[in-house]
C-alpha cells in the first residue's frame, strides 16, 4: 500500500492540476474520456492553489479548466455526503460560474460554455447511470434549446460506486476503468487489475507516474496537514449544522407557540359564539314568552269585556282585532 489517493481532493488537484506537461496531459485524457470530445488544449485557470494551500482558509479544490474555445469546467472530486444539498450546491457553482463571464458589450450568443463536473464517492441518484448530464429542459423533457451546441450551461455527474468493481476489466470501458483506478490506485501493484492496467494501458500509465509523484513522504506529510485542514472545515461544517439546527428549533418553538395562541384565540372566539349564541337563544326565548303572556291578556281583556255584555263590533274596534279573530279567542 502506498500514501497517494486520488480520493484526497488535493492529490486529486495535484495529479491533475500542477503547472506541468504530465499534469495537462493526464487531465486530458481525464476530461477526453468523460466528456466524450477530444480535447487538444487546456489550461488550469487557478493551479496556483497547489502551492498555496497552507494560505487557504477553506479546503475546497477544484480545478477551473479553459478549454481553448474558452469552455470552462469546474472539475471536483466530493467524498461524503453533507446536510447541505449537494446538486443544489453545485447547481449554485455552475450559475456562479456561468454568470462569472463579462459580457459588457457583448451579446448574449457570446456566453461561452460552462460545465461543472463532480466525481462523486456516493451514490445521488436512484438509477444505473454512472455518467449523468443535466441541463436545462421543460418538465416534459424538451430541451429549452433546439441545438445542444447552444445549450450553455451543463452539469456533469460521476458516481463512481455504481461501478462494478467485480467486473473483468476486459468488459470495462475507458470511464469505468479510470474509476476503478481512482478508487484503487492506493493499492498499486498489489491489486491485479491496476498491474494488468499499469502494464497494458497508456492513460493508466499516464496517471501512475503522476500518483507516483505524491507516494513519497514529503507529499504523504503534505496529505496529512490538508488532512487536517479537512477535519477543520469539517468541523466548522458541524457547527454550522448545529446553529441551523438550533435556529430550526427556534423557529420550530417559535411556531409552535404562534399556534398555541392562534389555538387559545381560536377557543375564545369559539366561547364567545356560543356565549352569543345563547343570549340569542335567551333573548328569543323571552320573546317568545312575552308574545305569549300578552295574548293571554288580550284573550282575558276580550273575554271579559264579552262578559259584560260588548258586543263584538264593539270589542273589535277597542282591540283592534277583527270578528273572526274575536269569535276565536271567546271559543279557544
Known amino acids: 500500500m502506498r500514501s497517494a489517493n486520488l480520493l ?7 495529479v491533475f492540476g500542477e503547472d506541468c506537461k504530465e499534469a495537462n496531459d493526464a487531465l486530458k485524457s481525464l476530461l477526453t474520456v468523460f466528456l466524450e470530445r477530444k480535447v487538444n488544449h487546456v489550461v488550469v485557470k487557478n493551479s496556483e492553489m497547489v502551492k498555496d494551500y497552507t494560505k487557504m482558509k477553506s479546503p475546497r479544490l477544484d480545478l477551473l479548466v479553459e478549454f481553448d474555445d474558452q469552455t ?4 471536483e472530486m466530493q467524498l461524503r455526503q453533507t446536510k447541505d ?13 456561468h454568470g462569472s463571464q463579462d459580457m459588457e458589450g457583448k451579446s448574449y450568443s457570446q456566453l461561452k460554455e460552462t460545465i461543472v ?3 462523486f464517492n456516493l ?5 444505473d447511470d454512472i455518467c449523468s448530464l443535466y441541463t436545462m429542459r421543460k418538465y416534459s423533457g424538451i430541451p429549452l434549446v433546439k441545438d445542444e451546441k447552444e445549450d450553455r450551461m451543463k ?13 473483468p476489466l476486459e468488459d470495462m470501458n475507458e470511464q469505468e476503468k479510470m474509476i476503478y483506478y481512482f478508487l484503487n490506485c ?7 487489475k491496476i498491474k494488468v492496467m499499469i502494464e497494458s494501458d497508456g492513460m ?21 496537514d490538508f488532512q487536517k485542514l479537512h477535519e477543520n472545515e469539517e468541523r466548522i461544517e458541524l457547527q454550522l449544522e448545529l446553529e441551523e439546527a438550533q435556529r430550526q428549533m427556534k423557529e420550530a418553538r417559535k411556531d409552535k407557540e404562534e399556534a398555541r395562541k392562534e389555538k387559545e384565540e381560536a377557543r375564545k372566539d369559539k366561547e364567545e359564539a356560543r356565549k352569543d349564541k345563547e343570549e340569542a337563544h335567551k333573548e328569543k326565548e323571552e320573546a317568545r314568552k312575552a308574545i305569549l303572556e300578552a295574548d293571554k291578556k288580550v284573550k282575558q281583556m276580550v273575554c271579559k269585556m264579552y262578559e259584560d255584555g260588548f258586543t263584538l263590533e264593539q270589542i273589535s274596534a277597542y282591540c283592534s282585532l277583527n270578528v273572526d279573530e274575536i269569535e276565536l279567542l271567546i271559543k279557544s
Open 123 to 127: 451514490i445521488i441518484a436512484d438509477d
Open 8 to 14: 484526497n481532493d488535493f492529490a486529486f488537484k495535484y
Open 72 to 75: 470552462t469546467v469546474d472539475l
Open 204 to 224: 493508466i500509465q499516464m496517471l501512475e507516474k503522476r500518483v507516483e509523484t505524491i507516494s513519497d513522504d514529503r507529499w504523504k506529510k503534505i496529505i496529512e
Open 155 to 167: 452539469l456533469m455527474t460521476i458516481e463512481m460506486p455504481k461501478v462494478d468493481l467485480n467486473k
Open 85 to 97: 444539498n449537494l446538486l443544489n450546491r453545485f447547481n449554485y457553482y455552475l450559475a456562479r460560474l
Open 117 to 119: 463536473m463532480v466525481f
Open 186 to 192: 492506493h493499492k498499486g501493484l498489489d491489486d491485479s
